[in-house]
């Protein structure tokens, strides 16, 4: 793995996450891995149509920053987002729902795996063209900053967004105007199926470009749910303060392949096993255990994670298809889809 | 009412909506402190200050991705695109994010906001700053579609946009900045879907857009005064939503039915309206549709040449002279 300790993240203290959060925060890492290993096998049974992207390996990313977040605070994430849908608080049901296509999913069908969207959780969109998010986050931080309130947005996006022109018009501008929103790239080491470093000027996608924007560099190990949680907190505290926008880069791997399409058959095996050593949810259930926590309470989250998943599954079969009427409905603010008198 | 000129009252209708309405901010390149490049946005800044009306970098993706966040947060942006051309720079917010969002999130998200934009020829200023492209927009659904043909319209229809719920995006035309006329003072609101009918005659019915409406009602002078021929002028104002039960109307009136667009030949707005009025007036029509458009070519820089591809209503007289002709069933007195 390489060197992430480029901003002095010395190894975290017991301190960094309250203890009261400890649970919670791991409860919720295991709940995303157990859904999105329930939805993998889903697709394999033919009960999610289309493709599907998941973010099993990245879990604490997205459970380390939503720890940080408040209720009404936005996400914005990309066709890789479920764990941030269940981060934010979108039920097993309404995630497993939409990516089954039944009228109990989050947006009924309509959406799909890749358009993930919960506003009543602050999720403002799953977006699929690359990049796309990044300026519509800083528009809902220019939004906050606006209207005065402290509320932050954070986009989520991969290592691949960073080479588009949206990333880098986004920065400028959140810079300039000093949002407070913090862009959190995934960097997972594979552009779709091509190794981020083979297309890419620089070490670093996104935090090396921080520079030309006049952010500072911060890069850290984005499979350590205490490093990204103190990161996340600091970043959030900052943009709140109104000190502006950060870029984080967390080093993390994606332990699937892009896609269901994809078997990820070019991934050295050495460095996939060498990755699921530092699987983020075995870590953290080892730092909990030397901090005291025993290991039945631990096993009792995972057992109640599979019975929810369980049930969410089955209550997800159980939901009917989406109306065929729903087709025509919804592309207006009026509910319909008319476009003449 | 007072006389105004286009570009006067593009800026009167933008003062009169952000005194209205706190939600409303404004932004785009050059659009602060220069007034707009064409002025259209001169007085804004001094009157509603930096807060509310803003340069923005030349960055087109972060323009309307902002106006979208800002949008779904609850503001209502008016983001300026300077040339209508430069939609191509972002046309994924026009075309992939800021249409589909209420439909995909199935209704969560709404997108009240008004993209405002330069289109169209007479300023030879080459193929990259001078064409229509109001058909683009018009084939993405989701997105509404706006282009006024005079002052009075520009201000109403642009009130119209900014308090939509929906996306619009706001086709302001080049050719038309200095043209005047009489503009109500105050709340004046164009709904959108309403086509005009400025000129009724029994002849012919031309229905065009923007800069194209002067043009017909000039050649509609023209073909009264020299070949005794009556025409229809129809202003289509907004092509989504469209006002069709009137273009039916205006077809059926005459049977003898023109397009006028500037778009370029293939997939003109014209050829969409003469679809649905060959299919649903055919027995009231006389002959068929006929669409006079740009050709199917770019815009050339100098204006003889641009004068040449653009309609006029010179050709727009000529045009309908010629296919009476043809037809044989030309009321000429």
């Known amino acids: 793995m390489q060197q992430v300790k480029e901003r002095q993240t010395a190894v975290s ?20 891995r157990q859904l999105l290993r329930r939805a993998n096998d889903l697709f394999l049974q033919n009960l999610v149509k289309g493709t599907m992207h998941l973010g099993l390996g990245q879990e604490a990313v997205a459970v380390g920053f939503a720890a940080g977040m408040n209720k009404d605070d936005y996400s914005f994430c990309t066709y890789r987002g479920h764990h941030h849908a269940l981060a934010r608080g979108a039920s097993m049901l309404s995630v497993l729902g939409e990516l089954m296509g039944r009228q109990c999913g989050l947006m009924s069908g309509k959406g799909g795996s890749m358009h993930l969207t919960s506003v009543e959780h ?9 990049g796309s998010h990044l300026p519509i986050a ?24 960073a080479n588009i022109g949206a990333f880098h018009e986004t920065l400028n501008l959140a810079a300039v105007m000093k949002l407070p929103v913090i862009f959190v790239c995934e960097n997972n080491l594979y552009m779709e199926y091509t190794p981020i470093a083979t297309v890419t000027a620089v070490k670093h996608p996104a935090a090396d470009r921080a520079g030309g924007y006049g952010l500072e560099k911060i890069v850290i190990d984005g499979n350590n749910i205490e490093v990204i949680y103190r990161t ?82 089955e209550a997800a079969k159980a939901s009917p298809a989406p109306s065929l009427e729903s087709t025509m409905t919804d592309v207006w603010a009026d509910g319909g889809s008319g476009w003449h008198n | 009412m007072a006389q105004l000129s286009y570009r006067e009252s593009i800026a009167a209708a933008l003062a009169y909506e952000m005194t209205r309405d706190e939600r409303v901010v404004l932004f785009g390149e050059d659009t602060a402190a220069a007034g707009g490049v064409f002025k259209t946005t001169e007085g804004l800044l001094a009157k509603f200050g930096p807060r509310r009306v803003k340069d923005m970098p030349i960055s087109e993706l972060a323009i309307l991705g902002a106006a979208m966040g800002m949008a779904m947060t609850g503001l209502r942006p008016v983001a300026e695109i300077m040339f209508s051309d430069f939609l191509a720079c972002c046309w994924d917010y026009v075309a992939n994010e800021i249409p589909k969002a209420r439909y995909m999130s199935n209704g969560q998200i709404t997108l009240p906001l008004v993209i405002r934009t330069l289109n169209g020829a007479g300023a030879r200023f080459g193929a990259q700053h001078s064409q229509s492209v109001e058909n683009w927009a018009m084939a993405v659904p989701g997105i509404k579609v706006v282009a006024p043909s005079n002052a009075a319209d520009a201000k109403g229809l642009l009130l119209a946009a900014i308090r939509d719920p929906d996306p619009v995006i706001f086709f302001e035309h080049k050719y038309l900045l200095s043209s005047k006329c009489n503009v109500p003072d105050g709340e004046h ?24 409406v002067p043009k017909a009602l000039q050649a509609a002078d023209t073909l009264a ?86 309609p006029s209503a010179a050709g727009i007289v000529a045009e309908i002279g010629r296919a009476l002709e043809a037809h044989s069933s030309k009321p000429r007195k």
Not at chain 1, 122 to 130: D, E, K, N, T
Not at chain 1, 142 to 157: I, L, N
Not at chain 1, 233 to 246: D, H, L, T
Not at chain 2, 189 to 212: F, H, K, N, W, Y
């Open chain 2, 189 to 212: 609101l164009v709904p959108l879907g309403q086509a005009a009918v400025l000129r009724e005659g029994s002849d012919v019915t031309i229905i065009a857009l923007a800069a194209m």
């Open chain 1, 122 to 130: 602050g999720l403002m969109g799953s977006y699929a063209i690359v």
């Open chain 1, 13 to 32: 203290q017991a301190t960094d996450i309250p203890e009261p959060a400890r649970l919670p925060i791991y409860r919720s890492m295991v709940d995303i």
């Open chain 1, 138 to 161: 800083a528009g809902a931080a220019w939004s906050a900053q606006y209207r005065g309130t402290t509320q932050v947005a954070v986009a989520f996006f991969g290592d691949g967004a």
């Open chain 1, 232 to 313: 996340a907190g600091e970043a959030i505290a900052k943009a709140r303060a109104g000190g502006g926008p950060s870029l984080i880069e967390c080093m993390t791997y994606r332990q699937g392949g892009h896609s269901r399409a994809d078997p990820a058959k070019y991934r050295p095996p050495e460095e996939l096993a060498e990755w699921l050593k530092r699987d983020p949810i075995v870590r953290y259930r080892t730092r909990l255990i030397g901090l005291g926590v025993k290991e039945q309470a631990l096993k009792a989250i995972e057992a109640e994670s599979a019975a929810k998943v369980d049930q969410a599954t």
């Open chain 2, 225 to 310: 005064a020299e070949h005794g021929i009556e025409a229809t002028v129809v202003d289509v104002r907004t092509l989504v939503p469209l006002d069709l039960q009137t273009l039916l109307r205006q077809a059926k009136r005459t049977g003898r039915v023109f397009t006028v667009e500037e778009n370029p030949r293939l997939c003109g707005w014209g050829a969409e309206i003469a679809s649905i009025i060959q299919e649903q007036a055919f027995s009231a029509l006389k002959q068929p549709i006929v669409r006079i458009t740009t050709p199917h070519v770019p815009i050339p820089a100098t204006d003889q040449l641009e004068d040449a591809v653009v």
